[in-house]
């Protein structure tokens, strides 16, 4: 079988070693029935972990935004979010088809909602408008080519969303590469959020699965339409075994993924066709702008899978994404790849 450099997500990584071993000798219960001890043991380090008093581990990141926002707000209302977001862009309908709730997207300095802006788009409901409820923000910023959205930006969307009587959800499914690139603490990230959600199945290499937290009161109602949703899973201590492998092991690596990232950034930045500034690479995405006089990105990326190399288009540029399983010798021949197609 032909061996690929995978960089399509971090999504892609495998279990580690460890990770099937102590899957293998997970302690379980129906954790339905509230009776998975290992389920428990990683909803409490989850929590402890982002200093917030609960954790609900939920199937995907996908289902851990829908749930969130069905909790914290009803029919007839609005939320704001970031116009490249991850919950507006790419997960399906939920804000509509689950919750029932008005987008108001705004733009961004890489993530970042000019606080002013947002302030000057909360609604007040009258027999006209819908309510603003929530503001949800995203750290890493996929879609901003994994930027790391500042803190004292948080801080400032906190003072409006306090203002206002709002709640913030956090879409911090990179939140651990948001925190090693910037050194601040993911305590210190979610404490500006009402609840945050975070992925163990991507960098951190879990097979699946994303945790919720929040205050015990929104973990309880979560719990109630994580089931509604049907993601209410039985003897699932089998995975929450590897997700604290995860959280307890995986997450100083994530360093690597940034360096190789960066590294493949300055490689290709020089080349034709790349648009691309690989100073803004802050942790393990690069997503760059492709204008090539000879190949769209659809048909440059089709001769990379020839050279065993795998990537995604975005619109019209294209995404690699820097994992676990993804080492120095994979981004040579991904570089390598490029000055043989491009030049
Ligand atoms: N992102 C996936 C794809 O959906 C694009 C990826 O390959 O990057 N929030 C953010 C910021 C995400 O990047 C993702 C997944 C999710 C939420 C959803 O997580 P899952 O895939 O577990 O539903």
């Not at 929590?47 to 009803?74: D, H, R, Y």
């Not at 906190?158 to 499914?173: M, N, Q, S, T």
């Not at 309880?220 to 201590?237: D, S």
Request: net charge negative; hydrophobic share 40%.
């Amino acid at each position: 079988m032909k061996q690929y450099s995978d960089f399509r997500s971090d999504t892609v990584t495998r279990p580690t070693p460890k990770m099937r071993e102590a899957m293998a000798q997970a302690e379980v219960g129906d954790d339905v029935l509230g009776d998975d001890p290992t389920v428990q043991k990683l909803e409490s380090l989850a929590a402890s972990i982002m200093g917030k008093e609960a954790g609900l581990f939920v199937p995907s990141g996908t289902m851990g935004n829908s749930i969130a926002i069905k909790v914290w707000t009803k029919e007839l209302e609005e939320i704001i979010l970031e116009s490249r977001s991850h919950i507006f862009n790419m997960e399906s309908t939920h804000l509509a088809f689950i919750s029932r709730v008005l987008p108001r997207c705004l733009p961004s300095q890489r993530g970042a909602m000019d606080p002013e802006e947002v302030s000057s788009n909360v609604r007040q409901a009258n027999v006209h408008i819908p309510q603003t409820s929530l503001i949800c923000v995203e750290n890493t910023h996929n879609n901003w080519s994994g930027a790391v959205v500042p803190l004292d930006n948080l801080k400032e969307l906190r003072a409006v969303a306090d203002e206002f009587g709002l709640k913030i959800h956090l879409d911090g499914a990179r939140i651990f590469n948001a925190s090693l690139a910037s050194g601040i603490s993911v305590k210190d990230y979610a404490a500006q959020a009402d609840s945050v959600m975070f992925c163990l199945s991507k960098g951190l290499s879990a097979p699946v699965g994303s945790m919720l937290v929040g205050p015990s009161s929104f973990i309880e109602m979560a719990r109630r339409v994580r089931k509604a949703l049907g993601g209410g899973m039985r003897q699932v201590g089998v995975l929450a075994a590897a997700g604290i492998i995860s959280l307890t092991e995986m997450v100083d690596r994530l360093q690597e993924d940034h360096r190789r990232a960066r590294k493949f950034a300055e490689a290709i930045a020089p080349l034709p066709g790349i648009e691309l500034d690989p100073s803004l690479i802050e942790t393990n995405i690069v997503i760059f702008g492709f204008n090539h006089p000879r190949l769209s990105n659809i048909e440059f990326l089709a001769q990379l899978q020839e050279e065993g190399v795998l990537a995604l288009p975005v619109g019209n540029g294209i995404r690699f994404v820097t994992h676990k399983d993804i080492d120095d010798n994979d981004v040579d021949r991904a570089n390598e790849a490029f000055k043989t197609l491009l030049v």
